[in-house]
């Protein structure tokens, strides 16, 4: 009997801290991905940085590389973003990865499973472990809810006007909270939902060449149609419809039914529609 009432304890204590962490992320209106990670040496090594981005926005977050996060609010108070960290924990036998979401205090707001990989080449451990750490967050439903305690926290150097934007928008939430329903929060959710929708979308240029995708045993060549040369080679993931592309700093995605080059150029997003033959 004294057993069971210990096992039930433990379970009680685990889903509280599971609604906590649940319930803490909401606060957090951005996550900020690093370009670098510090258990791998050079920026955006084996394109883990980012994969991490690329998979966070997948779950739902409104997440950006260092370089790219130019949004006002953030600007004047970063304690609205999470910082994401990828943890490498040693172990002789596999590799092994886990995700960590720090506030502007270096507290860990949340902390994804552990995802492993017995691969012995680094580049695909690393990669495979990371998307493996991905995977034990699918029960993680995240929409942002303004924290009135993060907003307060904006820099003290603001104008005028701004503080007065500040004290509407904390007045604002405070009234929301008052009347909310389960219908506000349902409009709410859904909005929220749209508003994290990608932008590009509409303003992607399209690759005018048709590539024919040739197997190989990590991947794919693309061969330009015209000329049947190779102009670009995919590489495996470990995910489906997610490859990186070989010497160079891009990734190749299929999302909509649409195939799509992500890459950076001097430290700047672009992005390409392909059109491939498989």
């Not at 190989?216 to 590489?235: A, E």
């Not at 999302?255 to 001097?266: A, F, N, P, R, S």
Request: contains cysteine; hydrophobic residues 35%; proline residues 2%.
């Amino acid at each position: 009997m004294r057993k069971f009432f210990l096992v039930l304890f433990v379970l009680s204590i685990t889903q509280v801290l599971s609604v906590n962490a649940q319930n803490s992320l909401n606060d957090y209106k951005y996550v900020v991905v690093p370009h670098y990670f510090d258990f791998v040496a050079g920026e955006d090594a084996y394109r883990l940085n980012t994969m991490t981005r690329f998979l966070l926005k997948k779950q739902g977050f409104n997440a950006f590389m260092e370089k790219e996060i130019d949004e006002r609010d953030y600007e004047l108070n970063k304690c609205l973003a999470l910082t994401a960290r990828m943890v490498n924990i040693k172990s002789a036998l596999k590799t092994k990865l886990k995700l960590e979401l720090r506030n502007c205090d270096d507290e860990i707001v949340f902390e994804s499973g552990i995802g492993t990989s017995k691969v012995k080449t680094y580049e695909i451990a690393y990669k495979k472990a990371l998307t493996a750490a991905f995977e034990t967050m699918k029960d993680v439903k995240y929409t942002y809810r303004p924290n009135e305690k993060i907003i307060s926290r904006a820099r003290k150097s603001q104008s005028e006007d701004e503080v007065k934007e500040l004290k509407a928008e904390i007045a604002k939430l405070k009234k929301e909270k008052k009347k909310e329903t389960t219908t506000s929060t349902v409009k709410e959710s859904k909005a929220s939902k749209s508003a994290k929708m990608p932008k590009v979308a509409k303003a992607t240029p399209e690759d005018k060449t048709y590539y024919i995708a040739k197997k190989i045993s990590n991947g794919y060549d693309l061969l330009d149609s015209n000329t049947n040369t190779v102009k670009l080679t995919l590489l495996k993931t470990g995910m489906t419809d997610v490859f990186t592309v070989k010497n160079k700093n891009g990734i190749v995605y299929k999302k909509d039914g649409v195939w799509t080059m992500e890459y950076t150029v001097d430290g700047n997003p672009v992005y390409k529609v392909l059109n491939i033959s498989f």
